[in-house]
């Protein structure tokens, strides 16, 4: 049973500051990980993607992955109001177009 | 590019009744597509995985009989909810990708299903 653990929070974040998000995943074959923005009554939106062990930066977003601890996690910089969103980590186990596992998601609240 | 359009948006069926739902990718061929279901104050869950040409794959647990997909041409995909039942309603949503995956995959603004 492939299984992705997030903390569900809410996690409130002052405007400005840097939000952590963090997600483990169960299965050691997961080769693909990506991080979804979803806005309540609304379908995920893509905000990052990484397949390496390390930090990949794209704009205020930044992804880590570290596959020996089976841990990713997203950092948002500068965070803004309308980061608040539930954030949701989502797991392929193969390289080829399989589905995706999802985590719960964690609901950031970025405090004005 | 990589745009999804998923119709309806909302629908409200009565018991008993089936529903369509239409995937389409409006921009690129996809030859695999992906239906979730998300549950209010839940995450994502694959129900299948939609083979243009060929059959479903289903996760376990979801009732291929109930669930029908159809992926007649390589940008569209339709699942119907057969013999609709209150505990069917919630959020569906499909999903494609340009690229197998591989940077990422594209969500259709999804369909609110209440059975009443």
């Known amino acids: ?112 | 590019g990589a745009v999804v359009s998923q119709h309806p948006s909302r629908v409200i069926c009565k018991s008993g009744t089936s529903v369509k739902i239409e995937c389409r990718s409006l921009d690129f061929q996809a030859t695999t597509m992906f239906w979730y279901r998300q549950f209010p104050k839940q995450s994502l869950m694959l129900m299948a995985t939609s083979n243009e040409g060929s059959k479903a794959t289903y996760e376990q647990g979801v009732e291929k009989d109930k669930f029908l997909i159809n992926h007649a041409s390589l940008t569209l995909s339709t699942l119907t909810v057969t013999s609709a039942h209150p505990e069917d309603s919630s959020f569906y949503i499909c999903s494609a990708t340009p690229d197998r995956g591989q940077r990422g995959y594209t969500f259709g603004s999804g369909t609110r299903l209440t059975v009443v």
């Open chain 1, 1 to 112: 049973q492939k299984e992705v653990e997030q903390n569900s929070g809410p996690l409130s974040v002052p405007e400005g500051a840097i939000a952590s998000l963090n997600c483990t995943y169960s299965d050691r074959g997961s080769q693909s990980f990506f991080w979804y923005r979803q806005y309540s009554g609304k379908s995920p939106e893509l905000i990052m993607f990484i397949y390496s062990n390390g930090d990949k930066e794209d704009g205020r977003f930044t992804a880590q992955l570290n596959k020996a601890s089976q841990y990713v996690s997203l950092l948002i910089r500068d965070s803004q109001p309308s980061d608040s969103a539930t954030y949701l980590c989502a797991v392929r186990e193969g390289g080829g177009a399989d589905g995706l596992t999802f985590g719960k998601g964690t609901h950031l609240i970025i405090q004005p």
